[in-house]
């Protein structure tokens, strides 16, 4: 049966549902739990995105416009039930139908795990990136790996971050879920390269590697906004051809019968495996060309069957790296054209330089990419050959360009020398695309200024700018369903497609009677956060306080533990400074630390700790309360983001290239506190300098304060408040049976340097923290900063950052 938009039978759907349930799950009505009829709700509608699917694929390949590929290592897509349901037009019928039978709709969306298929923004980006091409109906897939476990489930024990393992696939599959045995590709690792003379007597070069495995795509459904058209997420996952040795059975090897099929599942076994030896950085450069291996192979198929010929590949082929995780690509894609097609390099370079557009998301030097060559030869001896052709062809360049100027092709080489040698992804990126951008306007300028200056006068023109954006179907409508009624009964439902029309709230910003209901809106879900919380956490919140959030991945420059050193300068000061008062603040933390990061855990444990102290200090009389929220994930965000008064956006200037939690957080209607970094600039611009809260260091000034020479321990010295704040971190304040337990995050600020500048913009955060806190004491004009805060925030809708990219870089044409 085909459910969608108008085209639903109520009563058909409730018989399909028990059919299901019982045919397909073995479950009588009796005794089905929520769990069984989740799953049968699942099965039920995926018929529906199925049909869909494959009929948006094959318009797609009957027409001749051209297709975006997005190659992407991680899609933190979230729970697709209830965002499906919107999308599809159905929601309030399937919500009906399930009343009829003593159903919750509400409750059996719980019952879905979030597939765990990505981690932090650059997961999320790509999430809403195909929302929003599915949507706007471009033609695209979105290309990414089957994880079994993903990153990793995460709790606190005594304070500290435990790991295990993130089972997200029931037992009976995930129902949205399917497998398209038919798209199988077949990848090699490691192996040697021979040379031989073809049909025509030249010199060829092929590779024979030493493992072979398959890769087996699932395609979920991206369902774009009640258009019917249904876009294809496709994860490879790997397998052997031969997973079991039934002599080495026999034998009684019984393990060892099963080794190819164990070290074929590792690869897409975890998302960023550990890689602080030498086995886990294979294991990710294994995941890396094994994606791109099925994802090119699978798009060369999908052209080659159409009678197209690989010259005209970039007519109707792009493929955007989102980062440096699939750059591998670009050689494999020229190692095909080569060795399996037999093009010279002049033509395969050719087709490889239109194809591929680059996505940089990060300044950071340890976040851009190199493999060592020995790993790379080793792993794959064939690409590595052509990195080295590559990088011969932009070396002649830069001596034309450059005249013997070393430096300059020192810094260019996608070769970096050293005590041994490293490929430089970014470097390969730049080089083999016909486009690169940042992802915020500051951002691209750093990129262009500081990052690829060289790289911008040896290709003018090639670098450029996307500011990201978020979807407003799951960031506002589904997980925010109040405030979104709330928007179409002054606005009608226009917004949800085209979320410019949000700016009409402005018209309301100063009328007390939407005032009134837009605070009620944001209590309601404080209410619903706290409900939540005291469940999971045992932990009471007071909703009349300042609901204060940072999400987002747990990493130095994002601070959060100059956030923790505000908190101390709170606790101290209503401690010991009698005439100190605030606003109830109550502080929520949401974060994974990577396994590896030592000082990442150390400052879970140090906010968990001080929680534990300051949660049950009566001498605060509830004025401060401190949560962390464990297992950060997309229906955490969604619980989340509707309740947070305040947006913590604190990155040392420069250092962020983006963020979209910004985003998120202020389109539904909390006041940014932040720094001049990433998107934070184009959000003050949008939203005026009266309702964001800035601090701090600027970029030029982080860049002079450390070419000076930045000593932290002159901030500790000179600032009684931030001593005080330090002094009780190393001390025994909150770890009494153990004191000093908390001193590795006091080193790192000032026995290690404070390598992102925290101590250097603390007084500025407090003083901006204490303007906010103040501003909050005035109700009517808080309200009016948290509507305007909604209205103006229309440019960060992915929407619009898919059509610069759609117009811009892949000239894309819509289907609809």
């Known amino acids: 049966m085909y459910y969608h938009g108008s085209d639903f039978d109520k009563e058909q759907f409730k018989q399909e549902l028990r059919q299901v349930l019982t045919s397909q799950l073995a479950v009588v009505e009796q005794k089905a739990t929520s ?164 049909t025509e007597n030249e010199l060829r070069k092929r590779w024979v590697p030493a493992l072979e495995v398959e890769g087996v795509a699932w395609d979920m459904p991206v369902v774009g906004y009640q258009n019917e058209t249904t876009l294809p997420l496709r994860l490879w996952e790997c397998k052997t051809s031969n997973p079991f040795d039934l002599t080495r059975f026999n034998d009684g090897d019984f393990v060892g019968a099963q080794y190819p099929a164990l070290e074929a599942s590792n690869i897409t076994k975890v998302l960023y495996p550990n890689d602080n030896h030498e086995q886990g950085k294979a294991l990710r450069l294994m995941q890396q060309y094994f994606l791109c291996a099925c994802s090119v192979g699978d798009l060369l198929r999908r052209h080659l069957a159409l009678g197209r010929s690989l010259s005209s590949l970039p007519d109707f082929e792009t493929v955007q790296l989102n980062d440096t995780h699939p750059v591998i690509a670009i050689p494999e894609l020229m190692r095909i054209l080569m060795d399996e097609h037999g093009l010279e390099w002049d033509s395969a370079w050719d087709i490889c330089s239109r194809t591929f557009a680059y996505t940089n998301h990060t300044l950071l030097p340890e976040a851009l990419e190199t493999w060592s060559e020995g790993l790379m030869g080793n792993l794959l001896p064939r690409h590595m050959q052509i990195i080295f052709d590559i990088n011969h062809e932009l070396m002649v360049s830069v001596q034309k360009k450059w005249p013997g100027d070393i430096s300059k092709m020192s810094k260019l080489s996608i070769i970096e020398e050293g005590d041994y040698r490293r490929i430089r992804m970014a470097n390969l990126a730049v080089v083999a695309s016909y486009a690169v951008n940042g992802v915020a306007a500051m951002h691209s300028e750093l990129v262009k200024r500081d990052l690829f200056p060289e790289f911008d006068t040896l290709y003018p023109g090639k670098l450029t700018n996307v500011t990201n954006g978020v979807t407003p179907r799951r960031w506002i409508k589904f997980c925010n369903p109040a405030l979104a009624n709330l928007i179409t009964e002054k606005l009608g439902d226009g917004w949800i497609r085209d979320l410019n029309e949000i700016e009409g709230l402005k018209a309301y910003a100063d009328d007390k009677a939407f005032q009134d209901a837009f605070m009620a809106v944001k209590k309601a879900n404080k209410q619903k956060l706290a409900d939540w919380v005291k469940d999971k956490l045992d932990i009471e919140l007071n909703t009349d306080a300042i609901f204060d959030v940072q999400i987002k991945r747990l990493h130095e420059y994002k601070r959060q533990h100059l956030n923790l050193l505000h908190i101390l300068s709170l606790y101290h000061r209503l401690l010991n400074e009698p005439d100190f008062d605030i606003h109830p603040r109550v502080f929520i933390f949401a974060a994974k630390a990577a396994p590896g990061y030592a000082l990442a855990k150390d400052i879970i444990y140090a906010i968990n700790r001080v929680a534990e102290t300051v949660n049950n200090d009566a001498r605060l009389k509830d004025k401060l309360k401190v949560v962390f929220l464990p297992d950060y994930r997309v229906s955490l965000a969604e619980l989340i983001i509707p309740a947070a008064d305040v947006s913590e956006q604190i990155s040392t200037a420069g250092k962020e290239a983006s963020g979209t939690g910004n985003m998120k957080l202020a389109m539904n209607g909390a006041l940014t506190i932040g720094t001049m970094d990433g998107a934070n600039v184009e959000i003050r611009e949008e939203v005026g300098d009266d309702n964001i809260f800035i601090f701090g260091l600027k970029v030029d000034e982080v860049i002079a304060l450390k070419e000076k020479g930045y000593d932290s321990f002159i901030y500790y010295e000179s600032e009684p408040l931030l001593q005080a704040c330090l002094n009780m971190l190393q001390d025994d304040t909150f770890t009494p049976e153990k004191p000093g337990e908390l001193i590795s995050v006091v080193r790192n600020l000032l026995d290690y340097g404070d390598p992102y500048l925290a101590l250097a913009d603390f007084a500025s955060y407090v003083d901006a923290q204490m303007a906010l806190n103040d501003a909050y004491g005035d109700q009517t004009s808080w309200a009016r900063k948290a509507i305007l805060n909604t209205a103006l925030n229309a440019k960060f809708s992915s929407d619009r950052s898919i059509r610069d990219y759609a117009n811009n870089i892949w000239k894309l044409e819509t289907q609809k």
């Open 35 to 198: 769990r069984d009829w989740y799953q049968a709700l699942g099965k039920v509608l995926s018929q529906t995105t199925t049909s869909l699917l494959l009929q948006s694929e094959s318009n797609n390949e009957s027409s001749d416009t051209r297709k975006v590929n997005y190659f992407s290592l991680e899609f933190l897509i979230g729970r697709l039930t209830g965002n499906n349901l919107i999308n599809l037009g159905i929601y309030d019928q399937v919500q009906e139908a399930l009343k009829d039978i003593g159903l919750s709709l509400s409750d059996l969306l719980e019952e879905e795990n979030d597939p765990a298929l990505g981690n932090g923004g650059l997961g999320r980006l790509a999430a809403c990136f195909m929302d929003s091409l599915a949507s706007q109906a471009y033609p695209a897939v979105g290309y990414g790996l089957h994880y079994e476990y993903g990153l990793f489930r995460q709790s606190f024990h005594h304070g500290r971050q435990q790991e295990a393992p993130d089972t997200w696939k029931d037992t009976e599959g995930y129902p949205w879920e399917r497998q398209r045995v038919e798209l199988t590709q077949q990848v090699g690792f490691w192996g040697h390269v021979e040379e031989y003379k073809d």
